[in-house]
T-cell receptor, first 111, second 113 residues
Framework: AQSVTQLGSHVSVSEGALVLLRCNYS??????LFWYVQYPNQGLQLLLK??????LVKGINGFEAEFKKSETSFHLTNPSAHMSDAAEYFC?????????FGAGTRLTVKP | NAGVTQTPKFQVLKTGQSMTLQCAQD?????MYWYRQDPGMGLRLIYY???????DKGEVPNGYNVSRLNKREFSLRLESAAPSQTSVYFC????????????FGPGTRLTVL
């Protein structure tokens, strides 16, 4: 079965700094990959998704992720963190009708 | 459109009590899902319904039952609640298709004493 590993349960950056959240996956077939964001006391919202088109995927709020097959990675980046980006971020991989989520990375943004 | 709605938002149960979590979506999606979220474990799939009239077990189905009442509604039942079922429960839905993008409800926070 497919699986996702998110490196780092907590990431802290200063406002305006680069954000890098790491995600590695395993999948027996070409994967569909997702990043979701969860703000406090809310459900998950889709940030972006990879569906085998362009390897660099742009999402909302300045986030983007690059699919690297050779590294089985789908890391999420944002060139400039905002206070409003503080949230928990989940990477997910989908095969057929089965989506598996990583454990999540909590992003803190310091003023 | 309300998207995915869940009731109740909060619930406290005693061990052994039963309850049903309700979920409804107004996006005409075929597939619906129930997840639980626990600290450090991400979301784990309890049950899903690929289409109306079908349900299948996910990663952690023990202690739960589901009903796909119609295309809009998918309920999750705890017959005899246990403290290990203390969690936040999310319902999600997706259109039938290979991308499987899921849309989530706001969650139900359940505490079992």
């Amino acid at each position: 079965a497919q699986s996702v590993t998110q490196l780092g349960s907590h990431v802290s950056v200063s406002e305006g700094a680069l954000v890098l959240l790491r995600c590695n996956y395993s999948s027996s077939v070409p994967p569909y990959l997702f990043w979701y964001v969860q703000y406090p006391n809310q459900g998950l919202q889709l940030l972006l998704k990879y569906t085998s088109a362009a390897t660099l995927v742009k999402g909302i709020n300045g986030f983007e992720a690059e699919f690297k097959k050779s590294e089985t990675s789908f890391h999420l980046t944002n060139p400039s963190a905002h206070m409003s980006d503080a949230a928990e971020y989940f990477c997910a991989v989908s095969e057929n009708n089965d989506m598996r989520f990583g454990a999540g990375t909590r992003l803190t943004v310091k003023p | 459109n309300a998207g995915v709605t869940q009731t109740p938002k909060f619930q406290v149960l005693k061990t052994g009590q039963s309850m049903t979590l309700q979920c409804a979506q107004d996006m005409n999606h075929n597939s619906m899902y129930w997840y639980r979220q626990d600290p450090g474990m991400g979301l784990r799939l309890i049950y899903y319904s690929a289409s109306e009239g079908t349900t299948d077990k996910g990663e952690v189905p023990n202690g739960y039952n589901v009903s796909r009442l119609n295309k809009r509604e998918f309920s999750l039942r705890l017959e005899s609640a246990a403290p290990s079922q203390t969690s936040v429960y999310f319902c999600a839905s997706s259109a039938l298709g290979v991308y499987n993008e899921q849309f989530f409800g706001p969650g139900t926070r359940l505490t079992v004493l």
